[in-house]
């Protein structure tokens, strides 16, 4: 089962624009990550946010974590048709074990 | 490109048959991952190796099994394959037990059970 759930499901947005992705969890986690994967190929790691943190930069990525709501965002920046992909959020839930619950992703389209 | 290999990248198999993917970890990293991913949804945890040993496993019945050798690379093997096996098969690889880790993933076997 998953443990939580992304949304929208489903973005499509301008070259140029920022596009935010929310992902929601069930139970205490952790860490909390953020991969990317295009057209059902191997996920690539974008960031990696621990329980006590609230808040990550990686270049054009932005990513939140409020623990007490159990959620998450992912920001990203003056999109690029490249940034088109699906994003998922993963869960590692006790003792950074690296067993990741996976949400079911949002599936982001940047026109050109 | 994670170093994280997979193979065979697509394979089709009937019914009932028997299946054994593949994957050769990142160098240096100890622990190999397996999950499951059907069309349009989230990974799902198999289970993980640590070691050469099994270290947690998902909600999968015994028909999936895996091992994971002395130079830490792993097999995945199902059993009696069902239609709702289809799905990529994806495995990812860490270092060490401990400590929140990074996973890397390999590209994926995409597998069609007909």
């Known amino acids: 089962s998953q443990q939580g759930e992304e949304d929208p499901q489903a973005l499509s947005i301008q070259e140029g624009e920022n596009a935010t992705m929310n992902c929601s969890y069930k139970t205490s986690i952790n860490n909390l990550q953020w991969y990317r994967q295009n057209s059902g190929r191997g996920l690539v790691h974008l960031i990696l946010?621990?329980?006590?943190?609230r808040e990550k930069h990686s270049g054009r990525l932005r990513v939140t974590l409020d623990t007490s709501k159990k959620s998450s965002s992912l920001l990203i920046t003056a999109s690029r048709a490249a940034d088109t992909a699906s994003y998922f959020c993963?869960?590692?839930?006790?003792?950074?074990?690296?067993?990741?619950?996976f949400g079911q992703g949002t599936t982001l389209q940047v026109k050109p | 490109e994670t170093g994280v290999t997979q193979s065979p990248t697509h394979l089709i198999k009937t019914r009932g048959q028997q299946v054994t993917l593949r994957c050769s970890s990142q160098?240096?990293?100890?622990?190999v991952s397996w999950y499951q991913q059907a069309l349009g949804q989230g990974p799902q945890f198999i289970f993980q190796y640590y070691r050469e040993e099994e270290n947690g496993r998902g909600n999968f019945p015994p028909r999936f099994s895996g091992l994971q050798f002395p130079n830490y690379s792993s097999e995945l093997n199902v059993n009696a394959l069902e239609l709702d096996d289809s799905a990529l098969y994806l495995c990812a690889s860490s270092f060490e037990k401990g400590g929140a880790k990074t996973q890397y993933f390999g590209p994926g076997t995409r597998l069609l059970v007909l």
């Open positions: 160098s240096g990293h100890n622990t």
């Open positions: 946010i621990r329980s006590n943190e």
């Open positions: 993963a869960t590692d839930r006790s003792s950074n074990t690296g067993k990741l619950i």
